[in-house]
C-alpha cells in the first residue's frame, strides 16, 4: 500500500518535470518562431491577379469602437471583395450603425443581411447563414463584430491559402486602448495565448480561432456548408477539424488580427476567459488538467513541489526562480508580437501581467463552477464533445440598453 502510494507521487512528481520542460519547450519555440515567421507584410496581390473574397460580418449590438471597425472594412487595400454584414434582429441598434456607412461607401460591393437562418445552436453559425448562402466568392473570410481590418490582414491570409489549405486563421491580439483592463487584456493575447498559439500550432495541434479566418467554401460545400457546425458553439474548432478530415491543411497566417472591443473590462475578459475555458475543456477533456497547467501560477506550485520530491529543491526558491524566468520569456514574448513596439512601460507591464497571472486561478474555478454560460443574448450548456444545448433566450431589444 505504502509502495503504492510513493510509485504514484513519484509518478506524479516526474510528470510535473516532464510538463514543465515541454510548457518550456514551446515558451521558447514559440518566441523564435514569431520573430522569424511573424509580423511579414505583404503586398495585395494585383487586381487581375487577386482572388475574390466574401468577408461576413455577423454583428450583435454596437460598442463605442463599432463604426471605427467596420468602417476599416470599407476601406481596406484590397483589390476584390464584397462586405455582407449579418444581423440577427431587426431591432438590433446595430443597424444603426451599418446603414449610413453603406450611404458613406456607395462603390463598395456590400449588402446587410438581416433576420439570420436558424440551423443549429450557434447564434453566430444563425446569424451568417444567409450571407454565406449568398457569398459568390471561394474564399469565404469571417471577420467578427470586434475585428478592426488592417491592410495587412487580407493579402496574409490569401498568401498562406495554398491549393493544399482549407483554412487560414490568423491569432488575435488586441489594439491599445485606454485603461487597465486593455492593458490586462493585451498581455494575455500577446503572452500566455501566444505561447500556446503560436507554438501549438507550430507542433502540429490544433489551435485556431474563427474570429477572423479564410475558408474555401467549396470544401465547406461537400460537407452540408457552415451550417454543419450549427450544433457547436467552437464552430471554429470543428470547421478545422472539418477540414483535416477533408484532406486539406490548416494553416496559421503570419500576420494578427487586431481586436478593438468598445467595452471592456477585467470582469468581461474573465468571463470570455471562463467561456472559452469551457468550450476547450467539453471539446478536449484533457484540457481540465492542461488548462491550468499551462499557466505560470499552477504550473509553478505542481513542479516547485515535484522538485522537491524528486530533486529535494527548495520549493519557494524553486518558484521565485521560475517566476522570474517565465516574466522574462512573456515579455520577449510580447515584445516579438508587438514587433518591439510596446505601447506600456516594463512597470505597466509588470502589473498588468501579475494581474492576468493570478485571474488565471478563478477563471479556472469559474470555468468548473458552473454548466452554463452566457454568450450575448444567450445562456448555453455544453455536452461531452463540445454540442451545446441553449438553456435561455433574452429578448434581442435588450441590445438597446448597451447602447
Ligand atoms: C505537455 C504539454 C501539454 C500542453 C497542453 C496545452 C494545453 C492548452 C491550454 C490552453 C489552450 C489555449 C489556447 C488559446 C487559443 C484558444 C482560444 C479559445 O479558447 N478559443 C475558443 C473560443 O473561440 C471563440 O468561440 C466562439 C466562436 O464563435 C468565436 O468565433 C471564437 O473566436 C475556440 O473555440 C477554441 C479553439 C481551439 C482551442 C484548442 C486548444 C487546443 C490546445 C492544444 C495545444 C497543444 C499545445 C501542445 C504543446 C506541447
Ligand atoms: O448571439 C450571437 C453571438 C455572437 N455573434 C457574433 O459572433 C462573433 C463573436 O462574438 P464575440 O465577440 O462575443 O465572441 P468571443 O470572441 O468573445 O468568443 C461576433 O462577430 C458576434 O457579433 C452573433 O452573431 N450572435
Redesign the pocket.
Known amino acids: 500500500m505504502v509502495s503504492n502510494i510513493v510509485l504514484a507521487l513519484t509518478a506524479l512528481a516526474g510528470f510535473s518535470s516532464?510538463?514543465y520542460a515541454?510548457?518550456i519547450?514551446?515558451h521558447i519555440l514559440s518566441i523564435i518562431y514569431c520573430r522569424i515567421h511573424c509580423n511579414k507584410k505583404r503586398e495585395p496581390p494585383p487586381p487581375d491577379k487577386a482572388p475574390g473574397i466574401s468577408i461576413l460580418k455577423p454583428l450583435v449590438g454596437i460598442d463605442p469602437n463599432l463604426a471605427d471597425n467596420l468602417e476599416s472594412h470599407f476601406t481596406v487595400d484590397y483589390p476584390k471583395y464584397e462586405l455582407l454584414f449579418c444581423i440577427n434582429d431587426e431591432c438590433d441598434p446595430a443597424i444603426s450603425i451599418v446603414k449610413p456607412l453603406m450611404s458613406k461607401y456607395p462603390k463598395v460591393d456590400c449588402q446587410l443581411f438581416i433576420g439570420g437562418h436558424p440551423v443549429g445552436i450557434?447564434p453566430?453559425i444563425n446569424n451568417m447563414m444567409p450571407a454565406y448562402l449568398a457569398s459568390k466568392y471561394d474564399f469565404v473570410m469571417?471577420s467578427?463584430a470586434g475585428i478592426r481590418i488592417s491592410n495587412e490582414s487580407i493579402p496574409d491570409l490569401v498568401f498562406h491559402m495554398k491549393d493544399n489549405v482549407g483554412m487560414v486563421h490568423q491569432m488575435?491580439i488586441t489594439v491599445h486602448r485606454k485603461g487597465f483592463a486593455a492593458l490586462v487584456e493585451m498581455v494575455y493575447f500577446g503572452c500566455?495565448?501566444a505561447r500556446?498559439?503560436i507554438?501549438?500550432n507550430l507542433?502540429g495541434?490544433?489551435?485556431?480561432?474563427?474570429?477572423c479566418c479564410l475558408l474555401r467554401k467549396s470544401v465547406l460545400e461537400d460537407g452540408g456548408g457552415i451550417a454543419q457546425f450549427g450544433k457547436y458553439?467552437?464552430?471554429?474548432?470543428f470547421i478545422?477539424k472539418y477540414m483535416l478530415s477533408r484532406g486539406f491543411k490548416v494553416a496559421i497566417g503570419s500576420y494578427w488580427s487586431l481586436q478593438n472591443h468598445g467595452f471592456y473590462s477585467i470582469s468581461s475578459h474573465q468571463a470570455r476567459m471562463a467561456?472559452?475555458?469551457k468550450?476547450?475543456q467539453a471539446?478536449?477533456p484533457t484540457?481540465y488538467v492542461?488548462?491550468p497547467?499551462?499557466e505560470c501560477i499552477a504550473l509553478g506550485i505542481f513542479t516547485a513541489w515535484g522538485s522537491y520530491y524528486l530533486y529535494h529543491v527548495h520549493p519557494v526558491v524553486f518558484f521565485l526562480c521560475h517566476l522570474l524566468v517565465w516574466f522574462l520569456l512573456d515579455y520577449i514574448q510580447i515584445l516579438g508580437v508587438y514587433n518591439d513596439k510596446l505601447p506600456f512601460g516594463k512597470f505597466e507591464f509588470a502589473m498588468a501581467w501579475m494581474t492576468r497571472e493570478i485571474l488565471t486561478i478563478f477563471t479556472y474555478l469559474q470555468s468548473l463552477w458552473s454548466p452554463d454560460f452566457k454568450?450575448k443574448t444567450g445562456t448555453y450548456k455544453l455536452k461531452w464533445g463540445g454540442e451545446a444545448i441553449k438553456v435561455k433566450q433574452k429578448d434581442y431589444t435588450v441590445l438597446n440598453h448597451l447602447v
Open positions: 516532464i510538463t515541454a510548457i519547450f514551446l450557434n453566430k469571417i467578427d488575435p500566455a495565448q500556446v498559439y507554438g501549438g507542433l495541434f490544433l489551435v485556431p480561432t474563427g474570429m458553439i467552437a464552430e471554429d474548432y478545422a467561456r472559452w475555458s468550450l476547450r471539446m478536449l484540457l492542461f488548462d497547467l499551462i454568450w
